[in-house]
């Protein structure tokens, strides 16, 4: 925890980050106020031929290096600081970023299904959704910075998790496609939850006129308020309403 950050900066270093690193498969995300905290998946590069080669050649090892590069010329991301976690069954990068609390945690292909149950890990359809939550980041965090502007008040602080819910329709889009791009058809689909259990009043007002539209999703009891985010789905705060 470094004190007096905001969410709106957390986010900014995240979204930095996966801004050069779409390979890597964001299978969890969650945000605490200015602590945000990533769980990254290396592509499977074994479907492609590759069998690792030497520990030099270690996917890590080179993804690492890339990290380290982008920092020395100067990415918009604060300077990265790694610790390799070699102790278990398979190795592990954990990065840091200088003057924040801002963390990445990355692991191998064969480690994710013990890190995140449930969400399947194979198909091409994973490099697509780097992108697709960074802008769902990028917009939040514009969202807050509008609401700070507008409002005044303190530095937003809101909780953020992401998470992945299976598509019912997956079959019947994929036993409509070519069998080409299949694979790219994603079995599920990434669901953001956001919470903002401290705001003013004049900023909540201020998100409220920010919003799309809002709807309810979900069966009663668990009914949830909704809205899309650059195209994700975002589930909201309990004070939403739309009267």
């Not at 950050?5 to 995300?29: C, N, T």
Request: charged share 25%; proline share 6%; with cysteine.
């Amino acid at each position: 925890m470094t004190g007096g950050g905001s969410s709106i900066e957390a986010l900014a270093v995240g979204s930095a980050f996966m801004g050069g690193f779409g390979e890597l498969f964001p299978a969890r995300l969650k945000l605490s106020g200015e602590q945000l905290e990533f769980l990254f998946v290396l592509p499977d590069h074994r479907a492609d031929g590759e069998d690792g080669g030497g520990v030099l050649d270690h996917p890590l090892v080179e993804v690492r290096e890339r990290i380290r590069s982008r920092g020395e010329v100067g990415a918009a991301h604060p300077a990265p600081l790694f610790f390799v976690d070699a102790g278990g069954r398979w190795a592990r990068l954990r990065v840091e970023f200088t003057g924040t609390a801002v963390r990445a945690l990355i692991v191998m292909p064969e480690a994710a299904p013990t890190q995140v149950p449930g969400v399947p890990f194979h198909g091409a359809w994973q490099g697509q959704m780097s992108g697709t939550v960074k802008l769902a980041l990028d917009e939040i965090a514009r969202m807050l910075a509008r609401c700070r502007n507008q409002g005044g008040g303190a530095e937003p602080l809101i909780d953020l998790e992401l998470a992945y819910r299976h598509d019912r329709n997956h079959r019947v889009r994929t036993a409509g496609a070519h069998e080409a791009v299949r694979e790219f058809i994603a079995p599920v689909r990434p669901v953001l939850k956001l919470r903002w259990p401290v705001a003013a009043s004049a900023q909540r007002k201020a998100f409220l006129e920010n919003l799309a539209e809002v709807t309810r999703a979900g069966k009663w009891p668990r009914r949830r308020l909704t809205t899309r985010i650059m195209g994700v789905e975002t589930e909201l705060p309990a004070w939403i309403t739309r009267d």
